[in-house]
């Protein structure tokens, strides 16, 4: 027997393997598009994302690197349903499968709740929810108006309430569909239509329970600015208690439930009929205590009423008594005024003109007879107090200094001369002597120690 050949083996190392089975994942896939629950999410500093993807039955890593996450727009977190688009390789250092991910958005109720949010966002800027716009409800309206399905459970509670508390109210039901593709159209037309026809006083816009997908017409933005452009106050009561839509944040007023609507905009009969007997109580209790005091009244003033026969004798019997009293009067009045009379023309002598008139004409002739000689008296004074005077101004008179020879020298500009150095030779002098004045001219000036 011949011995054996040794065959020829192609022996791969384990990175040539992942390797391969790398490039050809690679090859192989495209972009795939992958939905699933987040669990494990790890992020690194490098701003990566690692985490796995799975669904009830597998599982697979994922990765996806800091230049594609900045473009996320929420926040994943473990529980987070995502629809992925990824390309399939393989981490080789552990020969893990892994998806590299490109993109990501939340996938399901996840989508809406980013949808709603961002909605929100923008009605609110808009104002369609401020409260200034929110009208008041009518506590007593004439008429109500039911905006929902004609078939729903929701239409049969709001039925039943209103019957209870309000039975004597109409209902105007507007119908629409509340779910689906027709729904959104439906309701903004049933909301106009309400507002055209102007039959009622209050809307409420209502329907049953459901997931977020089922009531999301009641976050569709033209239902929204419907609900804000309505003229009638509306009333949404959308789901149960925990389910909140836009609707409820532009409506004039929320309620948790359809039935909780309904007892919103309806008062309650019963009530009022308690309320009316009450009222109708307390009247009645001040009625009475009204009228029974107005018969105190009337009784005492029965009592004090006097016939008016009795009230003329009164009079008359008061007149008989004002006769008798009046001449006593006018005679006591009468000499009172007498009294008073004579007292004041005792006054009038003591006080009379005529004696002080005497007087004074006395005095008067007196006076007469002594003013010339008062008279004499007085111009001798003055004639001698002049006299005096007059010797007294010729003593000082520069007149009479000029009778006794001497002159006054003046400049040509009339100022007395009083020191000769002042006048140099040739000046022009005036000299005043007793009778007249002398105009010279000046041949020397001599000092004071050789005048003469």
Not at 181 to 201: K, S, Y
Request: aromatic share 4%; with cysteine.
């Amino acid at each position: 027997m011949q011995p054996m050949q040794p065959v020829s083996r192609d022996i791969l190392s384990v990175t040539r393997l992942t390797r391969a089975v790398r490039t050809l994942l690679e090859g192989h896939f495209g972009a795939v598009w992958v939905e699933g629950e987040i669990s494990n999410l790890a992020r690194p500093s490098s701003g990566h994302l690692y985490f796995t993807l799975k669904d009830p039955s597998a599982q697979v890593r994922c990765a996806m690197f800091r230049n594609r996450n900045a473009l996320l727009g929420f926040t994943p977190a473990n529980g987070s349903q995502v629809l992925i688009t990824a390309r399939v390789s393989m981490y080789e250092p552990r020969g893990e499968f892994q998806l590299l991910v490109e993109h990501m958005e939340p996938a399901g109720e996840g989508l809406l709740r980013l949808r709603f949010e961002a909605l929100k966002r923008s009605l609110a800027a808009a104002g369609l929810f401020a409260e200034e716009h929110k009208k008041p409800l009518p506590e007593h309206p004439r008429a109500i108006g039911v905006v929902t399905s004609p078939t729903g459970a929701a239409i049969r509670d709001i039925l039943q309430v209103l019957g209870r508390r309000a039975p004597g109210i109409p209902v105007v039901i507007y119908p629409s569909p509340v779910q689906g593709a027709a729904a959104v159209p439906g309701l903004v037309r049933a909301l106009e239509a309400a507002n055209h026809r102007a039959e009622v006083d209050v809307l409420i816009l209502a329907r049953g329970g459901g997931s977020l997908e089922d009531l999301w017409a009641f976050n569709e933005e033209a239902v929204v600015r419907a609900i804000f452009a309505s003229q009638l106050p509306v009333i949404t009561g959308v789901g149960h208690e925990i389910d909140f839509t836009l609707a409820d944040l532009v409506a004039d007023r929320r309620a948790p439930t359809p039935s909780a609507a309904a007892e919103l905009c309806a008062p309650d009969t019963r009530l009022l009929l308690r309320q009316l007997s009450q009222f109708e109580h307390r009247l009645k209790t001040r009625l009475r205590a009204t009228l029974a005091h107005a018969q105190l009244g009337l009784g005492g003033l029965s009592r004090r009423l006097v016939h008016p026969g009795r009230r003329i004798e009164q009079h008359q019997q008061r007149l008989d008594e004002i006769e008798r009293r009046l001449p006593r009067a006018v005679r006591s009045s009468l000499q009172n005024a007498q009294r008073r009379l004579a007292a004041a023309e005792a006054r009038l002598r003591v006080s009379s003109p005529v004696p002080r008139l005497a007087l004074a004409e006395q005095r008067l002739v007196l006076i007469r007879a002594g003013l010339p000689r008062t008279l004499a008296r007085h111009l001798l004074h003055l004639r001698s107090r002049i006299e005096g005077l007059g010797k007294t101004l010729a003593a000082v008179s520069p007149l009479a200094t000029l009778e006794r020879g001497y002159a006054i020298v003046t400049d040509d500009t009339g100022a007395i001369v009083r020191d000769a150095a002042a006048m140099p030779a040739g000046s022009k002098v005036d000299a005043r002597v007793a009778h007249g004045s002398l105009v010279c001219r000046v041949e020397e000036v001599r000092p004071e120690s050789q005048a003469p």
